[in-house]
């Protein structure tokens, strides 16, 4: 009889992991189903899924979270490219997030009432959530993060152990941490602080137990396995190098011909009605400066084409159009101007490309192909070469600095070579697949998305109220849950110092990395804004502080319920009613419609059945209607009909906005001027027509 109280809990506990293990595997494998696609999942899909292999290696924009684009080509090269095989890496990795965390809450807190508690609260915000169901790089994150501090804290639980291989749980952390920062460079600050936590405890460590004399710690010869890894690893690092520098559009000014271009023909008022745009290879656009019937930019850049937006009778007035690129000029005439404007006679605005033939020599190179201010391969070839050998120097004196700081850390007996090294050349391996990847972002200004104000009122407000998922339960709920973040912080603070006047810091040192971790993050996060003038972590880019800090509130809450018998009691019912809380607030905001913070895509399914139906009752003679968009739907409706659902839709940018059949956009423009057909409940977007039209 007496086991039976432990069986029936033992069964619960049991029960209660798998069922909040399957309720959200399945809600998430819905969402991923059902959820229309998000702009970044379809710049993912557009800039690096659908050209071929070396467009992985293009790190010109942010866009590209390296391990999440490899594994959503695998997927999608394998089953298509539907929203759910695209998703499907990040739907494996919240399976892995699962069991990483449960591993860390069953190992390191114990209290089955509390794993099942904590474990719920890791798995129920509606806002980590999505992210799981993205074809994006944040869900993976964090699925390596847990499992890189489930293996990190089973190394500080044998870190005194004298025997073979005591470090491996170090590296298989450091690694796990590695494919983090791969996933989000943003984890590049929790990387660093496992290592200086490392660091600190070989240190402690070492003073407490001497290291033996340098001379007593013969260098082991490198087995043959570690020879292969390294050769094979310095391969790999060398062919991505080569690839990520080949596939840099801002390599170097010297390959693009300038470009200007004159029209003839027209007055100063006429003027006011042409714009000429620089089009890139990501179909982004870029106005040139008008200077006297010319127009051009300051400075030499790449252009993928060329675009024209005037009045249709401007076309009329234009004598000629000539496009010069570097040596050679290229002109549009009148019967050119004119076939246009025929080609289109429905049209009250025009928007026309320069054609393919407008352009210099191209490039051999996939990524530069589509450049027609190509001043030729052989200047490129020649800076490429010259680049790679300034990385390859870099990682160079890299290597010397590394054994150079292992030697004097042997000589002074603060670290054994067999502590040095994972901690050295994990992150030297790190650093080769980071390093110029992050130096092409900072150089191209891609590092731009965060806060200017201050790591609290960005970072730490912008995750609690995304966090309520735009939900107002009551004013000022942001400020409370601010002051329960606070009370957290410093009552975890008042433990450590507890523990460290009874030199019991041991006892809790899972919990302590947590915080360490989050204290590291925070100050590198301001010290970077200082010195770089890197944004402050915010939303998305700083995700990986809520399970961390719901790590920290779950220790703390297990430090409290090994106190007093009224102080547990009071503590398991503090968290049971936080679970209550947070259940309530999924069931909430649960839905498989819109991703809080890409809200403005929630309705593109929608649009397109609204168009389809119109198309058919009010065109059903044209193949195609035109739409005209503000440029921030441009990727997902491009996505749609890269997969054919849309291929009877063209699709513009706007402004300027006469000449389409159709509108959608944020806000209206003229409500004098447009009808609104539909204003979509979740993302607030309009559908909407000219008056006249």
């Not at 229309?36 to 690096?48: G, H, I, K, S, W």
């Amino acid at each position: 009889m007496k086991t039976l109280p432990r069986s029936i809990e033992t069964v619960f506990f049991k029960v209660a992991i798998a069922a909040i293990s399957l309720f959200f595997i399945i809600f998430l494998i819905e969402r991923a189903t059902v959820t229309p696609l998000t702009f970044d999942e379809a710049a993912t899909y557009l800039n690096y899924i659908v050209p071929g292999a070396t467009a992985i290696f293009n790190f010109n924009s942010a866009n590209n979270h390296i391990v999440n684009t490899l594994l959503a080509k695998g997927s999608s090269a394998l089953a298509g490219n539907s929203e759910f095989v695209l998703r499907l890496p990040n739907l494996l990795a919240f399976v892995i997030y699962l069991l990483f965390s449960f591993l860390i809450l069953q190992r390191f807190v114990k209290n089955k009432i509390l794993v099942v508690f904590g474990y719920f609260l890791l798995a129920a915000n509606p806002y980590v959530l999505d992210f799981f169901s993205l074809c994006r790089g944040y869900g993976l994150s964090l699925a390596f993060l847990t499992a890189s501090l489930f293996f990190f804290f089973s190394f500080l639980e044998t870190a005194g152990d004298d025997r073979p291989n005591r470090y491996r749980r170090l590296q298989i952390s450091l690694a796990a941490a590695g494919l983090a920062v791969l996933s989000n460079f943003s984890l590049l600050n929790v990387y660093l602080g496992l290592v200086l936590m490392a660091f600190v405890v070989f240190v402690v460590w070492n003073r407490q137990n001497r290291l033996p004399s340098p001379l007593d710690q013969p260098e082991p010869r490198p087995s043959k396995k570690k020879r292969i890894f390294w050769s094979l690893g310095s391969l790999a690092a060398v062919l991505f190098n080569i690839l990520v520098v080949s596939q840099d559009l801002t390599l170097s000014k010297n390959l693009y011909e300038p470009v200007t271009v004159r029209i003839t023909g027209l007055s100063e008022p006429d003027k006011q009605h042409m714009d000429v745009f620089r089009m890139d290879v990501r179909k982004q656009q870029r106005r040139l400066i008008d200077k006297e019937d010319i127009w051009t930019l300051d400075e030499p850049v790449y252009f993928s084409a060329i675009k024209f937006r005037c009045l249709p009778g401007l076309l009329d007035k234009i004598k000629r159009i000539e496009i010069r690129i570097g040596p050679k000029t290229f002109s549009y005439e009148t019967h050119d101007l004119l076939k246009i404007k025929n080609d289109h006679p429905h049209r009250k605005y025009f928007v026309f490309y320069s054609n393919y033939s407008v352009s210099l020599k191209r490039s051999l190179f996939p990524i530069f192909k589509p450049v027609i201010n190509w001043k030729g391969d052989r200047i490129f070839l020649s800076d490429l070469f010259i680049r790679l050998l300034q990385v390859l120097g870099i990682y160079a004196v890299l290597i010397a600095v590394l054994y150079l700081l292992g030697l004097v850390l042997k000589q002074r007996r603060i670290l054994a070579n067999e502590q040095f090294r994972p901690l050295a050349w994990t992150t030297f391996w790190l650093a080769t697949f980071i390093a110029y990847p992050l130096y092409i972002l900072k150089r191209s200004g891609e590092l731009y998305w965060g806060g200017r104000t201050g790591f609290v009122r960005d970072t730490v407000f912008s995750l609690i109220n995304n966090s309520f998922y735009g939900n107002l339960y009551f004013r000022g709920q942001e400020k409370v849950i601010f002051l329960l973040v606070c009370l957290v912080v410093f009552g975890f603070l008042i433990l450590l110092i507890g523990r460290y006047r009874k030199r019991s810091l041991a006892k809790i040192l899972p919990g302590s990395s947590i915080f360490s971790i989050l204290a590291i993050v925070s100050v590198s996060t301001i010290v970077q804004r200082a010195l770089f003038d890197n944004p402050y972590l915010i939303g998305r880019t700083g995700l990986f502080l809520i399970p961390l800090f719901t790590l920290l509130l779950i220790f703390l809450f297990r430090e409290l319920c090994l106190a007093r018998t009224a102080l547990k009691i009071v503590s398991l019912s503090l968290l049971a009613i936080m679970t209550l809380l947070a259940f309530y607030h999924f069931a909430e905001q649960a839905n498989t419609a819109m991703t809080v913070e890409w809200r403005n895509d929630a309705d593109t399914k929608d649009l397109l059945k609204d168009l389809k139906m119109m198309k058919d009752k009010n065109f059903p003679e044209r193949t195609r209607i035109s739409l005209g968009i503000d440029e921030i739907f441009y990727p997902s409706l491009a996505y749609y009909e890269k997969r054919g659902t849309s291929a009877w839709l063209e699709v513009d940018i706007v402004p300027p906005y006469p000449g389409f059949d159709f509108y959608y956009l944020e806000e209206n423009f003229d409500r004098a001027k447009i009808v609104i057909i539909r204003a979509y409940p979740l993302s607030g977007n309009l559908l909407a027509k000219a008056k006249d039209e």
